[in-house]
Structures are given as C-alpha cells and as structure tokens.
C-alpha cells in the first residue's frame, strides 16, 4: 500500500472517533444544548470526508479500476438543520444524532474502501458484497465477474446479490450471470421477470435471450401484459425471436394493445412462431385498416401460408415502379418492394436500371445491392 494511502487511512480513523464524540453530543450521551461549535465540527468533518472520497478514487484508480466511472455516494452531504426555524438565533445550526449516523454511515463505507485497497482483488469483491453501500456491492460483482464464468463459488455469491434491496445492484447481478453462461441462476432470473422495478424485469428478459434459456419463453410472453408499454413491446419482439409457440394466444391479443410499437411487433412474431390460427386476426387487420404495419401484416401473412395478399401487393408496386408519374411514389416503391419480396421483385427492378430517370435508376441499383432505403421498417433494421 502506498504512502498516500497509508496517511488517508490515517485520516480516517481519527475521523472516526471525531464523529463518534458528534453523535454522543447529538444523541444526548453528553447532556449539552446544541451550540455553534459542535455544527462547525460536523462541517469540517464533511469537508474533510469529501476530499478522503476523491483521493481514495485516485488511489483507487491507481491501483485497480473496478469498472464503474460513474459512482455516486447516495448519503449526500449532512444537512445542518437550523436550532431556530425563524432565525433569531444568530445562525447557529443543530446537530442532530440523524446527522452524525449518515457521517459514520459514509466512513463506514470509506474503511470498506480503505480495506480494499489492501486486499486481493478478488477477496476484495466477496467483502463489498457485504457492503451497506449499493455502488461498492455492484463494484463487488464487477470485481467477480471475471473469475465467474469457472468458479462455482463466484457465481453463487452473484446469485445472492438477486435478492439485494437495490434494483441496481440486481440488474448487475443478472447481467454477470448470464455472462458467465450460469444455467443454474436462469429459474432465479425468471422470478426477476415478476420484479417490481421495471428495468430489472427488462434486464432479466434480455438476460434469459442472451443465454437461449427456451424454458423462459412463456414466462417472458406474460411481459405482454405488462403495465410498461416499452416492455410489451420488447416482449413481444423478444417471444419471436426465441420462436416461443406458447406465446400465440398473448400475442393475438397484442393486436389489439393502444400503442402502434406493441401491434407491429405483436404481427412479426405471429409470423416467426408460425402460428396459424392468427391467420384470421391477421388478414382482419389487413383488409380493414393495415396503417403503417401493412408490409408486416403482408409478411407475416405468407409466412403463415397465406401468400395472396402479398402477390397482389407486389403486382401493385410493381405498376407504380414502370408508371413514368411522381418520382418520389415510384422510389418508395422500389425501397417497400426490394424489402417485401427481394426475389419476386428482382425483374421489375432490373427494368429501372433503364429508366429515364437518374434518380430511379440509381435507386434500382442501391436495392438490387441490398441497400435498404429509408423507408424500411421492423426488427430487420435493428
């Protein structure tokens, strides 16, 4: 350990006993009125805390870095409480025994830090799990992680950390774990999707994909119903992907969600389950209002088998492509169709490379190339 830590440690268990006289002060363990000197102690001692809290990052810096860049120190500063509400007393503050324990809370968590500096790397991880401050538990994670994915140890330690008070603290250990590939903590992620927190429920959905645990899929497809509309939306993208059959009945009803996100993604997954008994909803939506998911509908329509809506939407574009009227019309043609039915599309577009306009042709060419245009919509963008 460095000279300069050395001394910051020295600093801080003198710290210590000062704030431990604070709080007998306070707390009425020595009978005396609040007075002016005793809030002017306190004040020194914050300011003297903060700058232990920047060298000890520097040192920490120096010697290690843990992975978060972004730590905060959730006590904040002690708020003096003015003795007299009406301020008649001359500016004297109180110090009350709430102010001297968020003190000893925040050098408690800077011993723990001090302690760290001197430990092994990895035994400092076990050690900040057990730390009342929820940055040092997620540094604690961090600093497992790397041994984590072969040592059984690590990872059930991480797994204790799903139940941590801080939602924070949880996305962390959800996310280490399915780094690590750990199978065993996916029953315990899936608990995580009923999390109040709404991130963390995310977190854990996105975690389960990651690690292609199949046996999620219908717990992940209850996210459908979700109060966040965000998280429906993910949901119903993410049940496709993992080609989750069960979720068929929870995505019919999506089509009917309030918001455009949840139905658009809802039509694309129906179609990647292969679930055709969504065929009527579907071609329902088609026929009487596509809006702006009608290449989707169209999409998932032939992917379940019923393939003539999306013949007839193709001889449409094409006919707007070869009509020599708005410029602007025919190129969105060539983009929606290029992304429709790339094959089918291909004479159509080979024909604009002769077209008289520059525009058109060079539009033809970017979409034989398979360069979308902007019109392009759905998960095949992301």
Do not use: C
Request: aromatic share 2%; net charge negative.
């Amino acid at each position: 350990m460095s000279k300069h830590a050395i001394s910051i440690a020295a600093g801080a268990a003198a710290l210590v006993g000062a704030a431990a006289l604070t709080i007998l002060v306070a707390s009425g363990g020595l009978r005396q009125e609040p007075f002016a000197d005793m809030s002017l102690s306190l004040g020194a001692l914050e300011e003297r805390i903060a700058r232990i809290e920047i060298a000890l990052d520097e040192q920490a810096g120096e010697i290690e870095r843990l992975g978060l860049s972004d730590r905060v120190y959730d006590s904040g500063p002690v708020a003096l409480r003015p003795s007299n509400e009406e301020g008649g007393d001359g500016g004297k503050v109180e110090v009350t025994a709430e102010d001297a324990q968020r003190v000893l809370a925040r050098l408690a968590d800077l011993e723990a830090r001090l302690r760290g500096l001197e430990a092994d790397p990895i035994q400092r991880g076990y050690d900040f799990l057990g730390s009342g401050n929820p940055d040092l538990r997620r540094e604690g994670i961090l600093a497992l992680e790397r041994i984590a994915k072969d040592d059984p140890a690590a990872k059930a330690a991480i797994r204790q950390m799903l139940a941590d008070p801080d939602p924070r603290v949880r996305m962390t250990a959800i996310d280490t774990l399915a780094d690590a590939g750990d199978r065993e903590s996916i029953p315990s992620i899936m608990n995580s999707l009923a999390d109040p927190d709404r991130n963390v429920r995310e977190q854990a959905m996105r975690s389960l994909q990651e690690m292609g645990a199949r046996e999620a899929g219908p717990a992940i497809a209850e996210l459908l119903k979700d109060p966040d509309p965000r998280l429906r939306a993910r949901a119903a993208d993410v049940v496709g992907q993992m080609r989750v059959k069960e979720a068929a009945d929870l995505l019919v009803q999506a089509l009917g969600d309030e918001r455009n996100d949840v139905r658009g993604e809802a039509i694309a997954s129906l179609g990647e389950i292969g679930a055709k008994e969504a065929i009527p909803y579907l071609r329902e939506m088609y026929e009487k209002n596509p809006g702006e998911e009608r290449v989707r509908l169209l999409r998932s329509l032939a992917a379940l088998g019923d393939a003539k809506p999306l013949a007839e939407e193709v001889n449409r574009l094409a006919a707007v492509v070869r009509n020599e009227g708005n410029e602007d019309a025919r190129r969105r043609a060539i983009w929606t169709l290029a992304w429709l039915a790339p094959e089918q599309s291909k004479p159509v577009l080979q024909q604009a490379l002769q077209d008289p306009s520059e525009r058109i042709r060079q539009e033809a060419a970017r979409a034989l190339r398979g360069e979308g245009g902007g019109e392009r919509r759905g998960r095949e963008e992301r």
